[in-house]
C-alpha cells in the first residue's frame, strides 16, 4: 500500500507501527507471563523485567535474537517498511520496545494516531469513514443468528443425552444430571470476581504510572482505530521480506505471532476481534478478486491457466497486488453466505482500494461457490488441492492405520485466516471423533483428525468395561477410588487388587498411546508443509487427543523457524507427565494461549497411565508448574473421563478463547 492510497499519514504510520512493536513484544512476554496471572508484577523502575531475553547482560538488541522484535524474526521490519517508516528510525523503535515498559510509550503514540492533521485530505477521511462501515456490514453478515446457536446447543444436548446413557460411571445416573440443571449457580460471583481480576490486569497494562487508565484510548475515533488494524495486518501479510540470509522465519503467509500482538492492539484499542476477524476476510477476499481478475487476463495469454499450474505446483502462496504492494494472502474466497454481501458493498469497497474497483468485488460475489472459485481457495491457501481435506494417508505411515481430516462447520471457504484443529482422544464409535466439536461458536475453519479409531474405540470399551465389573463398581460406592487417586498424588502404594484388574486394559492403552505419539508426529508434519494454508492454527483436544497435539509441540519445538505455526492450545484430561516431557519448549512453539484443563477426581485417567503418574505427575489432574501455561480447573464439570465427550463444548465456551487475556484461571463452573 502507497502512500498514494493509504488512509494514514506518515506520522500516524510511524505511531501504528510503533504500536505494533509494542504489542509484539508484550505477546513475547505474556507468553509467560500472561496477563492476570498474580505473578505479573514489573517494576517500573527495571525496565530488564519486561524483557524476554536468554541472556539478561545484553544491552543492545542486536544481541539478543530470540526476541520478536530482532531483525532476525524477520517479524517487525517488513512492517515497518510497507508503512514506509523512515529505515533511519527501525533501530531506535526496537530498541524502545524491547528494553522500555510499553506503559511509557502507549499513550504518545496513541496521540499521535488520533491527531488529525492537514495531511489527511477529505478523500482519505472518507475512505476511513467507508471502511469501517464496511467493516461493520460484513461482521454482522458474518454473525450467527440466536437460531443458530440454540439449533447448535440442542444438538449438544441430544448427544450428551445419549452419551450418558451409555458411557457415564454406573454411580452417575441421569437424575444427577437434571439436579445439575436445576441446581442455583452458586458460583457466578467468583466467576464474576475472576473476570474483574483479569480485566483489571488488562487495563494495567496499559495504565499510567499514576495506575490511571490511559485517556488516549478514547480519544481514537473508532474508524481509525480499524483502519489502523486493517493497514498493519496488509502489512503483515505483505511479500516485503528482509534479508533471508539473517532470518530466522522462512515461510510467508500469516505468522502465529502476528496475529495474537494484532489481538493485543484490538484489545488495547477495544475492538471486538469479530471485527477484525472481518477485517480478515475482507482482505482476503480482495486479494482472491485480484486473483481472479488476473487469472482471467492469463487465460487469455496461455492454453493452461495459472490456477492450474498453481495446483500442480504444490505448496505455494496466493499473491496479490493491493494499493501497489505484492501481498502474500492466504485467504478464501467469499462462499456464498457472504459473497451477496459483498457484491453490496462492491461500490463501496471498490473506493477503498482503487486497484480492485467495483468490479473486482462483485467478481467474488459471482465466483462464489464457482469450479474456478473453488480451485482460486486451494490455490491461496497455499496447499495443493484440498489442503487439509486432501491430506487422507494414500498409504500406511509408520505404525499409523488412520490419520485424516474432516471439515466441520459452516466457515469454509469463506476467507477465514483462521484455522483450528479439533482431536478426539477417547471414543466407543467413530461419530465421537465428530460429535464433541460441532457446537461450537465461532469465526474459524475448523476441522477435525479422525486418527487411530480402531485402537481408540478399543481402549476406551476396554475401560468402560472395566468400571462396569462388580469390583470397581463396589470400590466407588464406598468412595474408594478417591482414596486411590489421592494415593497417586502422594505417590504411595497402589492396592494389589488394582494391578490384578487393571492388567487387561494395559496392552490397549500401551498401544493407543504409543500410536498417539506418532501421530502427534504426523500433525507435525502436515502443519510444516502448510497444508492449513500458511494460516495461525489453534489445536484443541481431550485425553488421547491432547497427547497428539502435545507431541505435534514437541515436533515443532525443534527448530526455532517453526514458532510461527501455533497460535493456541487447550488441553483437557490430558494423559501427560509433568516432569521430564520438557513443557517450556512446547510453550515457545504456541505464540498465545496455552491452557491445560484437568479434573482432580480423574481417577480413571490416574489408573490408565498409572506408570508414569507415580514418580512423574499427570496433567489431567494436576496442575502444570510452567510459567505461561493456564492450568484451569475443570472438576466441577468433569464427572469421569467420559465426560469429556459432551462436557468439551461448554469448557470451551467458559474459557473465551478468542479474549487476548485469561479469563478463567481457577476454575471452569457448572452452567
Known amino acids: 500500500m502507497s502512500s498514494s492510497t493509504s488512509m494514514l499519514t506518515a506520522t500516524q504510520k510511524y505511531a501504528a507501527g510503533a504500536l505494533f512493536a509494542l504489542a509484539l513484544h508484550q505477546a513475547q512476554i505474556h507468553q509467560t507471563t500472561p496477563l492476570g496471572f498474580p505473578s505479573h508484577q514489573v517494576d517500573d523502575d527495571d525496565p530488564s523485567e519486561e524483557r524476554v531475553s536468554s541472556s539478561s547482560s545484553s544491552d543492545a538488541i542486536s544481541d539478543d535474537p530470540h526476541l520478536w522484535v530482532h531483525p532476525s524474526s524477520d517479524l517487525l521490519r517488513p512492517v515497518f517498511k510497507f508503512l514506509e517508516i523512515d529505515s533511519r528510525a527501525w533501530d531506535g523503535l526496537e530498541e524502545t520496545v524491547a528494553y522500555s515498559p510499553a506503559k511509557h510509550h502507549v499513550g504518545a503514540f496513541l496521540r499521535l494516531l488520533a491527531e488529525d492533521s492537514s495531511d489527511i485530505s477529505a478523500e482519505a477521511a472518507d475512505q476511513e469513514l467507508a471502511l469501517s462501515n464496511s467493516i461493520e456490514a460484513l461482521s454482522m453478515s458474518m454473525e450467527k443468528t440466536p437460531d443458530d446457536y440454540q439449533s447448535k446447543k440442542e444438538k449438544q444436548r441430544e448427544y450428551e443425552h445419549a452419551c450418558r446413557e451409555k458411557f457415564s460411571t454406573p454411580d452417575k445416573t441421569l437424575d444427577s444430571k437434571s439436579e445439575e440443571n436445576n441446581m442455583p449457580n452458586n458460583s457466578q460471583q467468583e466467576t464474576n470476581a475472576i473476570t474483574s481480576i483479569v480485566e483489571e490486569a488488562h487495563v494495567e497494562s496499559i495504565c499510567e504510572s499514576d495506575g490511571k487508565p490511559l485517556e488516549e484510548v478514547t480519544m481514537l475515533s473508532y474508524p481509525r482505530k480499524v483502519t489502523v488494524l486493517y493497514e498493519l495486518l496488509s502489512a503483515c501479510l505483505a511479500d ?38 472481518s477485517i480478515e476476510t475482507m482482505i482476503a477476499c480482495s486479494a482472491m478478486a485480484l486473483l ?59 473506493t477503498i482500494i482503487p486497484v480492485i474497483g467495483a468490479s473486482g468485488f462483485a467478481a467474488v460475489a459471482s465466483a462464489a461457490g464457482s469450479v ?25 505411515v509408520g505404525d499409523v492405520d488412520e490419520f485424516e481430516f474432516k471439515a466441520i462447520g459452516e466457515n469454509h471457504n469463506q476467507g ?17 471423533f465428530v460429535k464433541p466439536w460441532e457446537g461450537q461458536y465461532d469465526n474459524l475453519e475448523r476441522y477435525v483428525l479422525k486418527w487411530e479409531s480402531k485402537n481408540l474405540i478399543a481402549v476406551s470399551t476396554a475401560i468402560q468395561d472395566w468400571l462396569t465389573s462388580s469390583i470397581a463398581m463396589g470400590m466407588m460406592k464406598q468412595g474408594a477410588m478417591m482414596t486411590v487417586l489421592s494415593s497417586l498424588l502422594t505417590a504411595l502404594a497402589w492396592p494389589a487388587t488394582l494391578f490384578v484388574l487393571t492388567d487387561f486394559i494395559d496392552s490397549k492403552w500401551t498401544v493407543a498411546v504409543n500410536r498417539s505419539d506418532k501421530a502427534g508426529k504426523l500433525l507435525a508434519e502436515v502443519l510444516l508443509k502448510g ?67 484437568y479434573s482432580t477426581n480423574d481417577w480413571m485417567l490416574g489408573i490408565a497411565f498409572r506408570a508414569n503418574l507415580l514418580t512423574q505427575g499427570l ?34 465456551e467458559q474459557l473465551e478463547l478468542d479474549t487476548y487475556y485469561p479469563v478463567f484461571n481457577r476454575r471452569v463452573v457448572k452452567s
Open 372 to 396: 474456478a472459485g473453488s480451485v482460486a481457495v486451494a490455490a491461496s491457501f497455499g496447499a495443493a488441492g484440498a489442503g487439509l481435506t486432501g491430506s487422507k494417508m494414500a498409504r500406511r
Open 292 to 350: 481472479k481478475e488476473e487469472e482471467s487476463k492469463e487465460v487469455a495469454r496461455t492454453p493452461e491457466s495459472s490456477w492450474a499450474k498453481w495446483k500442480r505446483g504444490g505448496i505455494i502462496g496466493a499473491a496479490a497486488l493491493t494499493g501497489g504492494t505484492l501481498m502474500a494472502v492466504t485467504g478464501g474466497l467469499a462462499a456464498p453466505a457472504i459473497a451477496a454481501g459483498f457484491g453490496a458493498l462492491a461500490p463501496t469497497l471498490g
Open 531 to 597: 497444508l492449513q494454508g500458511q494460516r495461525p492454527v489453534t489445536l484443541i483436544g481431550f485425553s488421547l487427543g491432547a497427547r497428539v497435539i502435545f507431541r505435534c509441540l514437541q515436533v515443532l519445538s525443534e527448530s526455532e523457524s517453526n514458532a510461527g505455526l501455533v497460535e493456541r492450545v487447550v488441553l483437557l484430561g490430558a494423559p501427560i507427565a509433568i516432569k521430564d516431557m520438557n513443557w517450556e519448549a512446547t510453550r515457545k512453539v504456541v505464540a498465545g494461549r496455552y491452557v491445560n484443563a
Open 619 to 652: 496433567a489431567g489432574i494436576q496442575p502444570v508448574d510452567v510459567p505461561g501455561i493456564e492450568n484451569v480447573d475443570v472438576t466441577e464439570v468433569i464427572e469421569g473421563h467420559s465426560s469429556y465427550l459432551w462436557r468439551t463444548q461448554q469448557i470451551l
Open 416 to 432: 477465514r485466516l483462521g484455522v483450528e484443529i479439533s482431536v478426539s482422544g477417547f471414543v466407543f464409535e467413530e461419530e465421537d
Open 240 to 277: 516485503t521480506p528482509e534479508d533471508k540470509k539473517k532470518s530466522t522465519r522462512q515461510r510467508k503467509g500469516y505468522d502465529a505471532r502476528h496475529r495474537v500482538a494484532l489481538r493485543l492492539l484490538a484489545t488495547w484499542f477495544d475492538v471486538k476481534w469479530t471485527k477484525m476477524e
